[in-house]
């Protein structure tokens, strides 16, 4: 076998790999997204009764791994049950306390059974005709506690799936230029 046909050899175990790669890459990161949000991220709103997240499918209902906070600005959890699932749509019901803005933390089980999450903020401004302020509590109705930097529950992120996919890719794409690698040599003698 010439030099000219190994390189082709090589060169096409590659490609082979490098399709494979992102094959898997595109596979792991293909998470639900999250479409809308009620209130608006970075709106302002007079008054609220509940939060509701859309996302792009239907969460997977896994229990204790759904969990929608509702933080104020004096750091205490504003939801009053834990999330309810209905089709794309995950919703928590809510009292707010005092004028300020508030931090949405929110956890679901992506269709494709990984966790995702996330935190957005929207700002409350009563108008006097408004329920009176709640009181909040110190814990959350639902999941753990939010850090002392309000950073959204550890979900293992969606990132971490890309790079399983990319490692996966990368031992495939090596195996495919070694073993191309042995069967020109072995040709050859």
């Known amino acids: ?35 809308n949000t009620d209130p608006a991220k970075g709106s302002t709103v007079k008054s609220l ?9 239907d969460p997977l ?24 699932l209905n089709g794309p749509v995950v919703s928590s ?6 004028a300020g803005t508030y931090e949405v933390l929110w956890r679901v ?3 494709d059974g990984h966790p995702i999450s996330g935190s957005y903020t ?10 009176p302020a709640a009181a909040g509590s110190v814990k959350p109705v639902c999941g753990p506690a939010a850090t002392a930097t309000t950073e959204a529950p550890a979900a293992g992120g969606a990132d971490t799936g890309l790079w399983i996919g990319l ?19 072995g040709r050859k003698n």
């Open 1 to 35: 076998m010439t030099l000219r046909h190994r390189l082709t050899a090589l060169a096409a175990s590659l490609g082979v790999g490098l399709v494979l790669a992102t094959a898997g890459a595109t596979a792991a990161s293909a998470h639900d997204t999250l479409e």
């Open 49 to 57: 009764s509940s939060v509701a997240l859309t996302f792009s499918a």
């Open 61 to 84: 209902g896994t229990e204790g791994a759904t969990i929608i906070q509702v933080i104020g600005p004096d750091k205490k959890y504003y939801e009053t049950a834990c999330p309810d």
């Open 93 to 98: 019901p809510a009292a707010l306390g005092g």
């Open 109 to 111: 089980v992506s269709s």
């Open 122 to 131: 929207f700002a409350y401004a009563p108008d006097g005709t408004a329920t």
């Open 167 to 185: 490692g996966i890719g990368a031992v495939v794409l090596i195996g495919v230029g070694v073993g191309a690698w042995a069967l020109a040599r």
